[in-house]
Structures are given as C-alpha cells and as structure tokens.
C-alpha cells in the first residue's frame, strides 16, 4: 500500500520512490566522490524517470533488457518474441530483429529526452543456457544458445549500445546453474571446462557472446555489424581530423585463429594478433 498512494493520489513509483531516492543516494556517494558515476535503472519494463539533471550529476541509465520468451521458457523460437514494454508477442524472425532493435533504441531516447542526454549502459542482458531441459550439456551442442545469444547482440550493435552480458558465475555448474533462483545464465561452467589452460575452455556459445569491438575510435562511430558464422565485422566510423590517435579494433582470437583480411577505405593498418587488437591509423 505505501508505494499505491502518495499524497492522497495514485503513486508513480519510478518518479514518486526511485527519482528521490536517486537523487539521495548520488548526494552521498557525490560527498565522498565527487567524480563518482550513479549507475541507476528504472524497472524493467518501465521508462526512466523525468530528470533532467541526471547530466549534471553524474548519472549513467543503465537499465536491463532480456529476451522474455527466450528467458521465460528457456528455449530459443527464431519465430517468436515479445516486446516487453507493451507485453505483446512478436511472429516472424525480421520481425523481432526490428522489434528488439527498436526496444533497445528506446532506452537512448529516454536518456536524451528524460536524463538530459546521459550515457547508457544496459547493466544486464543475457539468455539462459540450461535450454531444451539442459539438453546442450549432455551433446555439447549450443548452438541454440549461440543464436539465441547472437539475436540480442545484433540488436545492442545495431543501437551502438555499452553492454554487461548477465552473467559469469565462477562456480557454475550444470546441475546447480548459478546457484540462485534456478538461474542459469553463466557464459562459463566448470563442468564445460576440458583445458584450465585455455582461457575459452568452459565457455559457453562463445561464438556469440565474444565478438569483435571497437576499443577506442578517433572520431563518430556510425555502424557495427558482426557474423559469427562468417567472421565478418564491417565498423563504420566518421575520422575526426583533428585526431592523430589510432582507432583500435579488439579481433578475438577464437574467429580468427588462422589470421584476418581487413579492407579499409583509406589510412595505414597495423595488427598485433598477439594481443588480439588491430590498429588503424588516419591517412
């Protein structure tokens, strides 16, 4: 009842509880550190609050997003999602990929409109890998998960999105998950781990979740987009002439182990494979 009525009227608990609260938890963090940056999220299904100071005080949206077919019924369906802002079924794989697009874009626009144009950071997305009641951890097969994986990483590229993939659990195992709440939604498991000496042994559908990036770019990124299952990364960037620093590409090793071939519309490249990084410098 507390968070029902407020004032006498019908309580809006994202501005009426989580904006103050907010504003008091920044007020003391900002009194120790001054710089610190509030990571705040509204509920998931709900917008951001109106504060338009959000700018001046540090404040970084980070809301959750997840693929709630997919997570609900752990199984991956390339035919069916769901918008979870207006709890509506999508039919049709074009349709969810500009659906889930579109979901993800909203949250950029409730930063600019309601934050005053803060960054965003989605603080959690992730599927759940005990799929098809666990089948993928008897077969080794995860390529449902891969897909399933890769759906939303299209959608986070397509935005230009900072992301936390939810989740890695360090002791996850497959009878127990994560260990909390029937949860299973680690990219990494023991019980998948052949080689402690190979940093992608135990992981899971790395195909996917691991993906080339760019680390630092010197100018306006544009466009990402990313295949796994052919290795090709097209990054479209606009070059800052004023910037003589090197935009930076992270090129993981498990896509590329035998090399890449790069094309560049103009500048100098330069690879470092040992640290998995490729170098472009503006002509």
């Known amino acids: 009842y507390h968070f029902q009525r407020k004032d006498g ?18 007020e003391v963090v900002h009194a120790v550190d001054a710089d610190a940056m509030i990571f705040a999220e509204s509920e998931v299904e709900k917008t951001a609050p109106l504060y338009p100071q959000a700018s001046e005080n540090n404040i970084v949206f980070a809301p959750h997003w997840y693929d709630g077919v997919t997570l609900l019924f752990k ?3 390339p035919w069916l999602g769901s918008n979870l802002f207006t709890k509506t079924p999508i039919f049709g794989s074009s349709r969810i990929k500009k659906s889930y697009k579109t979901q993800l874009g909203m949250y950029k626009d409730q930063a600019n409109q309601k934050l005053g144009n803060v960054p965003v950071l989605i603080g959690e997305i992730g ?5 098809e009641n666990k089948n993928a951890y008897h077969t080794g097969d995860f390529t449902q998960q891969a ?26 195992t497959n009878e127990r998950g994560d260990r909390w709440n029937d949860e299973d939604l680690s990219i990494f498991c023991r019980d998948q781990q052949k080689d402690p000496d190979d940093i992608n042994s135990g992981g899971r559908a790395l195909e996917a979740v691991v993906r ?8 306006t990124p544009l466009s990402i987009a990313f295949d796994y299952r052919t290795g090709s990364f097209k990054y479209i960037f606009e070059h800052d002439p004023i910037v003589t620093a090197p935009t930076v590409i992270f090129i993981p090793r498990v896509h590329y ?10 500048g100098e490249l330069v690879t470092d494979q040992s640290n998995q990084r490729l170098e472009y410098y503006p002509s």
Not at 150 to 168: P, Q, V
Not at 212 to 219: A, F, H, K, R
Not at 257 to 266: C, K, L, M, N, P
């Open 9 to 26: 009227r019908s309580a809006d608990f994202v501005q009426d509880y989580l904006l103050p609260f907010t504003r008091r938890f920044a």
């Open 75 to 77: 199984r991956y369906i």
């Open 127 to 131: 599927i759940p890998f005990d799929m």
């Open 212 to 219: 080339p990036y760019p680390l630092q770019t010197s100018g």
């Open 257 to 266: 182990r035998d090399g890449i071939r790069i094309e560049a519309t103009a």
């Open 147 to 172: 897909r399933s994986m890769d759906r939303s990483m299209h959608a986070l590229e397509a935005n230009l999105l900072n992301y936390t993939i939810w989740n890695y659990t360090s002791d996850n």
